[in-house]
C-alpha cells in the first residue's frame, strides 16, 4: 500500500512552458485535491474531485487544469507557467463519507524561472 | 466562509517545557478539525483529529488537542517539548455538510526547540 504518491518531486520550468504533475492513490478514495504552500499562507485549494468524472474550482484555481479519468489518478496541468506559481504542491486523498481524514502525498517542489 | 487562524507563526519553546500551539476557527456549526505535521521537506501527517464525542482528543507524539466549543478553538498542546517536534504544525478545520475533504488551513506555527 503506497498510500498518495506524487512525481516528480523537484521541477524547474522556464516562464511560459507547461507541465503536469502526477498524483495516485492506492486506497480507493473518492475524493482527491490539489494543494499549493507558500510561506506565510498554509496551503490552499487549487481543484478537487469527488470521484471519477467530477471535479471542481477551489480556491485558488486560475493557470491550472485537472482532470479525472480514474479513481486512482489526478493530475495537475500548468497551462503556461508562470513565476507565480513557484510553490510546492500537494495531492491529498479520502473517502467520501465520514470524517474525512485527508491523506497527502510527499510533494512537488516547482520553480518558475 | 469558514477560517482558520494560527496565532504566532513562530514559537519558541525549551527542550522539556511545554508546547502550547494555538487554533481558533470561525463556523457557525463546529467542523471536523485537525492538526497536521510538516516535516523539513516532508508532506503533511497528520498529528490528531476531532470529529465527535470527547473534546480531549490525544495523538501520536504525546501530543493532544482540546475542542472548546464556546470558545472556537483547537488548541494543541504537548507536556514536554523534544527537540524532534521541530517542525511546522497546521490546524485545519473541514466543515461537516462537506461530501469529501476540503480542508481550510490555518497560516502554520512554525515550532523551535532550543536545547
Known amino acids: 500500500n503506497a498510500g498518495v504518491t506524487q512525481t516528480p518531486k523537484f521541477q524547474v520550468l522556464k516562464t511560459g512552458q507547461s507541465m503536469t504533475l502526477q498524483c495516485a492513490q492506492d486506497m480507493n478514495h473518492e475524493y482527491m485535491s490539489w494543494y499549493r504552500q507558500d510561506p506565510g499562507m498554509g496551503l490552499r485549494l487549487i481543484h478537487y474531485s469527488v470521484g471519477a468524472g467530477i471535479t471542481d474550482q477551489g480556491e485558488v484555481p486560475n493557470g491550472y487544469n485537472v482532470s479525472r479519468s480514474t479513481t486512482e489518478d489526478f493530475p495537475l496541468r500548468l497551462l503556461s507557467a508562470a513565476p507565480s506559481q513557484t510553490s510546492v504542491y500537494f495531492c491529498?486523498?479520502?473517502?467520501?463519507?465520514?470524517?474525512?481524514?485527508?491523506?497527502f502525498g510527499p510533494g512537488t517542489r516547482l520553480t518558475v524561472l | 466562509a469558514q477560517s482558520v487562524t494560527q496565532l504566532g507563526s513562530h514559537v519558541s519553546v525549551s527542550e522539556g517545557a511545554l508546547v502550547l500551539l494555538r487554533c481558533n476557527y470561525s463556523?457557525?456549526?463546529?467542523?471536523?478539525l485537525f492538526w497536521y505535521v510538516q516535516y523539513p521537506n516532508q508532506g503533511l501527517q497528520l498529528l490528531l483529529k476531532?470529529?465527535?464525542?470527547?473534546?480531549l482528543v490525544k495523538g501520536i507524539n504525546g501530543f493532544e488537542a482540546e475542542f472548546k466549543k464556546s470558545e472556537t478553538s483547537f488548541h494543541l498542546t504537548k507536556p514536554s517539548a523534544h527537540m524532534s517536534d521541530a517542525a511546522e504544525y497546521f490546524c485545519a478545520v473541514s466543515d461537516r455538510n462537506n461530501q469529501g475533504g476540503k480542508l481550510i488551513f490555518g497560516q502554520g506555527t512554525e515550532l523551535s526547540v532550543k536545547p
Open positions: 463556523s457557525s456549526v463546529p467542523p471536523y
Open positions: 476531532y470529529t465527535t464525542g470527547a473534546t
Open positions: 491529498a486523498s479520502s473517502y467520501l463519507q465520514g470524517e474525512n481524514t485527508q491523506y
